[in-house]
């Protein structure tokens, strides 16, 4: 890809500012517009940060009158599911009709591709796995409805107006910057790897495991972890694919391999070399038994590859940079 440049909606979080990383180790110039709710200024490595919500369209007009992008890559979103189930309208507006105002400011000012931040919840409870892209979409909690939204959307504009964008669909995101620079800091933090490692830390406390009497090897759920510079990478692929002329669609982005919850648990505590300590608890309502990509649309139609598939790695990178906080 020739040296471009591009706007990163919700930069500063955890996967837009490795993409930010990426786009700066390719000597891309790079505008990001992120309002620190949930992001970090310290987490953008390079371009210009400007701190403002992105659903203010008097903003949008500005800058797309002030600034020639060649695409925006948008990752801007609420992502907690429990908290979508007690307060769907946070989600709807935030993450739905947030972005309605983005690409009809896209549309008005002719700007384009767009590469868009899904998710896999928009599968629902899968009928089976891999799950590819035709598996049916059942989002069962307004995140994911949220998302799938979003992604309807995107295709009544590319029909409507020749918008042209990709949806790529995120099993689990994990690691961290393998120079430990930048990496996971939700706060509260949700997800396992992170979980598990601050629960050493003692940071958090012992961490949960959610029900063992899943259909599973050991009874614990498996998930697909997807490391976050892959995840970039794959971002800068759907772009120039685009660029290039590609189809409107989309792809989902995850290893093909899955690992339990205990399976993370030790290879955390090998890591860590300290147990993680773990406290036993019921399943949560609405956990599948196992959520695994099938992912070789993307290899095959967009080149793409994880460089980092190996658990191990992922939470070695997830290690360095949970020790470089303290």
């Not at 919840?121 to 089976?128: C, K, L, N, S």
């Not at 979409?137 to 020749?162: C, H, I, W």
Request: charged letters at 20%; hydrophobic letters at 40%; proline letters at 5%.
């Amino acid at each position: 890809m020739k040296t471009s440049t591009f706007l990163v909606i919700g930069g500063a979080g955890y996967i837009g500012s490795h993409l930010v990383k990426a786009l700066i180790e390719q000597e891309h110039r790079v505008l990001v517009v992120d309002n620190l709710s949930a992001g970090k200024a310290s987490a953008v490595l390079g371009g210009e940060l400007l701190v403002h919500d992105f659903d203010d369209r008097a903003f949008l007009d500005s800058l797309f009158k002030t600034h020639q992008f060649d695409g925006v890559f948008h990752f801007a979103s609420q992502i907690v599911v429990s908290e979508s189930v007690k307060d769907p309208g946070k989600y709807y507006r935030a993450n739905t009709a947030a972005t309605l105002t983005l690409l009809e400011a896209m549309r008005d000012h002719d700007v384009g591709p767009l590469v868009f931040s899904s998710t896999a919840a928009v599968y629902g409870e899968p009928q089976y796995t891999p799950i590819d892209e035709n598996h049916p979409t059942n989002a069962v909690n307004p995140y994911g409805r949220s998302k799938l939204m979003v992604e309807q959307m995107l295709q009544d504009f590319a029909n409507a107006y020749q918008q042209q964008y990709v949806a790529l669909r995120y099993f689990n995101a994990a690691g961290a910057d393998p120079q430990a620079r930048i990496g996971e800091q939700h706060n509260p933090e949700t997800h396992l790897i992170p979980l598990a490692l601050q629960a050493i830390t003692g940071k958090c406390p012992p961490l949960q495991l959610f029900g063992q009497d899943y259909d599973t090897p050991d009874g614990t759920c498996i998930r697909d972890y997807i490391h976050v510079d892959d995840l970039a990478s794959a971002h800068i692929l759907a772009m120039n694919y685009l660029i290039n002329g590609g189809d409107s669609g989309v792809f989902n982005i995850g290893n093909g391999q899955g690992y339990s919850v205990n399976e993370v648990i030790q290879t955390a505590s090998k890591v860590a070399e300290k147990q993680v300590p773990v406290t036993y608890a019921p399943r949560r309502a609405g956990d599948p038994a196992r959520l695994v990509a099938d992912a070789n649309r993307a290899k095959q139609v967009l080149g793409w590859q994880p460089k980092y598939a190996d658990l191990t790695l992922i939470i070695q990178h997830a290690w360095a940079w949970e020790k470089s906080r303290h």
